[in-house]
């Protein structure tokens, strides 16, 4: 298969349209968003959920590929499998037979009905076993009554469409369409997966980093190889040199080390000295939303028993249910310190 | 391509899973109508081979799903009573050439359009579908649709003329109207399909079957809105409700699937063992459909190294903890319609769990972080088969309480839409929660149920008025309640 003049058609981030080609250093990569000039090509570069990806190249291989949803968290490498799979599957007549919708497309029943059947009635020949394919990205954030007008469509042009949908959440798409497809579940990268990849790129990069740099990335992150790689590309724009001090400044994140010491204290039942710490991090500008996700992160790998981590993130989701509502006041904070630390003193008791 | 299609009539999407047909002729209805809608597409595709070879070669595989087919109303997974029900009033509507109406519901992929038209095919009925077209302009150049002409209308002049059309190609064959795409206006404005039913109803000569898949997943079910008791009763509608597939439906359709494949795909798919039917039948919650695209996902030839694979890799992540009877249902791991095999586990691991003490600190085997890995994809269900399942598996009051206040926390979290951190607070306070509440788990037993009472309902337009605003929690949660009261006062709202 030559994929040298295949062109991505559109990605999901409004970034400047990629032209693809790690092989072929044609175009220049200076300006390219690091996601997409390490976005892989191919099956065997895509990292981790090795078992559902490695099924997926069977297709690539034979044809004959089912309507498939990939349901899984942001920055996994959904949109990526399948912009493999399609390049696999139809080489050279990428261009004429792949339909790419996303997110930033109007996707309402208007254009479902009307530029997803032009589509699949548009003649492209294609070698047997091979299909047109529908790529609807973010699915799940199309309306009810646009996968609605979906549900037919598939099954009348299932002799020359396939639709390939790439979701955060399985549940927002409605049945009848899981029911017409496979549904693929990627899960989180380990932080493990994210820190070889975040290495790699440094090292192609030639970029210097500190372990506890490229950690800080990892963490970031959160199992979010996008989060990963942009973040990293924005330190080294910004301090050519990845510290976790770069780091954090360029996410506008709180030090986790910050609050991992306010969330002792507060395991400790020391309001005082959490008190200070947060303090200082609404002092320092940053959004009340930011420091509690920040929290709740943290939290997660708090080094503490479980009963006592359960008892504090339920206090943080309630806090930051709230602030979702729009009460986002350093009261709000000081609020859940409190909270905390009243949970931590109760739960020798309480469970 | 915009102004390719530009002059195209509305009635030409009807043809469109079909790309190699030359130009329409103006009637539409004689080669729009679809004696069982397989059977057509077969046709059409023999029409592509004279016209075009090249794709011809393997057209099996370009709709190898087709190849599954029912046959004969013997072939259907559907219980036979309905497949009687549906077959006796079939009959009845046809011998006396009236504009009857059929209701069909139920789950999606219980089998409803394959019973139709495998019955009709079998008495030789010609089932006319209609399939809402491509009903507006392309945007003109200022980016604005135009509507031609009023859906309702083409709706209505459709499938009167599906109806009544006769043709002498027809041999005075019997005709069905096929609805199951309902056009968008309809939903919008329900007193135009009632209108048009009415048209049909004096001026039709065929019968007319309308399908709607139910789903539990969705709040609204748009299509079933439509159907209400007095709109059944004004038309005289019979309403037949089809239930998912019984697992000795699924298992014989998939035997059936089998044996066609040894007979004739040998080629292409490894005959299915007894042992991977026996998993897909498990993890396809009575949809026969997903079933069927499973076995084929599982079977292709070339795909089962990779079965093994994932199975090794299962072994040795397990090897702990050796499960020797799991093994075979943790092929599908991620395979299955809804994970359900995935969430079997998990149901597992949440209800009964371990607790090992290492250096003096007692610490769960499966971390309530790992195991809510899984879920992020779909916490709902997840929680809902928790929910469904949690009770059993304690054994004291108290421990039962605390675990019944975690989930109403994370339920009350998961219905936080608009932060998605949310479904994950939601996901980890229900799992860790009831682990750690759970301090003697009953050790009995207990086959894990699916969830059932979970459907939100949602209030109707003209149940808002009735409701009190200021006890509406973002018009969800007291709705729920209030339906449930009303049906238990004897759905009469007004009592209130
Ligand atoms: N599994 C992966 N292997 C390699 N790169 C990945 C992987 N997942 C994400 N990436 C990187 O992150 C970027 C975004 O991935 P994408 O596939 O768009 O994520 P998703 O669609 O799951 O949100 C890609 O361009 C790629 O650089
Ligand atoms: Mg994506």
Known sequence: ?351 | MSNLKKDKKWFKPTFDFDENEPPKPKKPLRETSKTPQTSSVDRKASISTTNNNINFLQVNHKNWMKNFDPVSPEDLAVHIKKVQEVEEWLKAACIHNRSDMLLLTGPVGCGKTTTIHTIAKKYNVKVTEWITPLDIELPSDNGEFEFREKQSTKFLDFIINAANFTSLLDNNQNKLVLVEDFPNTFLRTPSEFTDVLQQYKHRAKSPIVFICSESHTEGRNTSISLFTPSVKDQFQMHHIVFNGVSMTGLRSALKRVSEIISKKYTSVYNVPTADMIECVVNSSAGDVRSAVLNLHFACLRGSNCNLETSMILEKESKSKAPKKKKQASSKFLSLGKDQTVSILHGVGRVLNPKVIVENGTQRLTHAPRDVIEQFLSNPNSFVNFLEENYLPHFSSADQADKAASVLSDADYMLAEWREKMCQEYGLYTAVAGLMLANKNPVSAWNPVRGPKNMKIQYPTPQEFPALDQNFLYKGKVLITDYQTYCKIIGNKPDVM
């Open chain 1, 1 to 351: 298969m030559s994929d040298d003049d295949v062109t991505i058609m559109e990605v999901d981030e409004a970034v400047p349209k990629p032209t693809k080609s790690t092989a072929k250093p044609a175009k220049s990569t200076a300006h390219l968003p690091w996601i997409e000039k390490y976005r892989p090509q191919v099956f065997t570069d895509i990292v981790g959920n090795e078992d559902t990806v490695s099924r997926l190249a069977v297709f690539a291989r034979t044809g004959n590929a089912p309507n498939i949803i990939i349901a899984g968290p942001p920055g996994v490498g959904k949109t990526t499998t399948i912009l493999c799979l399609a390049r696999a599957l139809l080489g050279a007549s990428f261009k004429d037979a792949v339909l790419e919708l996303n997110a930033s497309n109007d996707r309402g029943i208007d254009v479902v009905r009307n530029k997803i059947k032009m589509f699949a009635q548009q003649k492209v020949t294609l070698p047997a076993g091979r299909h047109k394919i529908v790529i609807l990205d973010e699915a799940d954030s199309m309306t009810e009554g646009a996968q609605q007008a979906l549900r037919r469509t598939m099954e009348l042009y299932s002799s020359t469409t396939r639709f390939a949908l790439a979701a955060n959440n399985s549940e927002k798409i409605i049945e009848p369409i899981q029911s017409r497809c496979a549904v693929l579940r990627y899960s989180r990268l380990t932080d493990a997966q994210i820190l070889a990849k975040v290495i790699e790129v440094c090292e192609k990069e030639q970029l210097s980093y500190t372990e506890e740099g490229v950690s800080a990335v990892v963490f970031t992150a959160q199992g979010d190889l996008r989060a990963a790689l942009n973040n990293l590309q924005a330190t080294a724009q910004g301090f050519g040199h990845v510290s976790p001090e770069h780091v954090f400044r360029v996410c506008d994140e709180p030090h986790p080390m910050l609050v991992r010491s306010m969330l002792d204290a507060c395991v400790k039942q020391d309001i005082h000295a959490a008190y200070k710490i947060i303090a200082k991090l609404c002092k320092l500008g940053y959004a009340t939303e930011d420091i509690v996700s920040n929290i709740f992160r943290v939290c997660k790998t708090l080094d503490a028993p479980e009963d006592t981590r359960l008892a504090l993130i339920r206090e943080i989701g309630l806090t930051h249910m709230r602030v979702a509502d729009g009460l986002s006041s350093p009261l709000q904070l000081a609020g859940l310190l409190a909270r905390m630390c009243r949970a931590a003193a109760a739960r020798d008791t309480h469970w």
